[in-house]
């Protein structure tokens, strides 16, 4: 144990002589949190209405056609998506439905038609869009022969997670957090130690392989926390924000680390060359960023795309800090906090065997 904390206590040491890089690893989800946050909070364009046309005619088409707003609204064909579901998540704000006979009646032909609008009250633009929806049925309704209401716009109010597009984004931030300082570090530190032959004089002193990994686990782990904490902060007095911290988040954040560790440790086996290792390190985490569920959910993307999300480690790693943070579904978060676990004693034992001392 004394060789662990010694090893904890000198790279601890080494990492805050490098201030650029202290600065930068410490700082980087504080800033990315800050940039992607002030970008949802003044976003422009047009809102989006989701409709399920269930008439399929050239009547419901027209009214469709009715509610896009140049710059202000534009529909989108929820057909073959779960609707209800989307809206309980929070990843639309509004959906309609227009029921079948309809164009019967704007013939004439049929009784009313309800054209229900199912809205989440705590999004901002649900009010605008239910709004929008009914003045267009009311303009219809003024073009249809007749003084009586033909189509009546019935909004229905849906309990959802109320989770906004920052909260959804905020845990995959963190997520992106740990894969970048726990991947950086571990391969700049092991491309480096290989290069001016660290790996040959340790191998020579009583310190074991598993001890010295531990030690730089441990040493991640406190860096990562620190750079979790100053996001927080910034959460909470930005952007006033407060999610939910408790042990089971620690942990998930913890075995995020050992499986971006291993996952580092994994890549520089095979770096030799140290002026590479950056390089490669941000080819990997840079793609995973967009394709792990960080700021869009993994079901809107394309089928190839969820195949890679799936085979992240850190799509499970945002999931469970979604679920235990923000939404509080403590059983999912178990879920991916289990997968994790699996996940990090995977990469972490593969990373030991290929890390090789003597060889290096």
């Not at 189509?151 to 109010?157: E, G, S, T």
């Amino acid at each position: 144990m004394s060789r662990i904390l010694s090893e904890i206590k000198y790279s601890l040491l080494q990492f805050a002589r490098n201030r650029g890089s202290m600065l930068f690893i410490l700082g980087f989800p504080m800033l990315l949190f800050l940039v992607i946050g002030f970008m949802y909070s003044t976003q422009g364009g047009p809102m989006t209405l989701y409709y399920a046309d269930n008439d399929g005619s050239s009547a419901s088409a027209a009214f469709v056609q009715a509610l896009n707003i140049p710059g202000a609204v534009e529909t989108v064909d929820g057909s073959g998506s779960n609707l209800s579901q989307m809206l309980k998540d929070g990843k639309i704000a509004a959906y309609v439905v227009i029921p079948t006979g309809f164009s019967a009646t704007t013939q004439g032909s049929g009784p009313a038609s309800r054209v229900a609008i199912y809205y989440d009250e705590n999004q901002a633009s649900s009010g605008t869009l239910i709004n929008v929806v009914e003045q267009v049925a009311e303009h219809k309704n003024i073009q249809l022969s007749g003084a009586s209401e033909k189509i009546v716009v019935v909004p229905q109010k849906t309990a959802t997670s109320s989770m906004s597009m920052l909260e959804f984004s905020f845990p995959g931030i963190l997520g992106i957090g740990i894969m970048t300082t726990a991947i950086s570090l571990t391969v700049g530190v092991n491309a480096k130690n290989r290069a001016r032959g660290v790996f040959r004089k340790l191998a020579t002193t009583p310190i074991s392989r598993i001890e010295w990994n531990l030690a730089k686990i441990a040493t991640q782990a406190i860096v990562t926390l620190i750079a979790i904490a100053i996001a927080l902060v910034a959460a909470v007095l930005v952007f006033g924000m407060h999610p939910h911290i408790d042990v089971l988040v620690i942990v998930l954040m913890v075995f995020g680390t050992i499986a971006f560790v291993g996952l580092g440790m994994i890549m520089a086996a095979f770096l030799k060359n140290e002026d590479t290792a950056a390089s490669a390190a941000s080819m990997l985490t840079f793609p995973l960023m967009f394709l792990s569920g960080a700021f869009f959910p993994v079901d809107n993307m394309p089928e190839a795309f969820q195949a890679i999300a799936a085979a992240s480690p850190l799509t499970y790693v945002n999931a469970g800090l979604r679920d235990l943070m923000i939404s509080g579904n403590t059983s999912d978060g178990l879920v991916n906090l289990a997968i994790v676990a699996v996940i990090a004693a995977v990469l972490f034992a593969v990373g030991v065997l290929l890390v090789k001392w003597k060889e290096a």
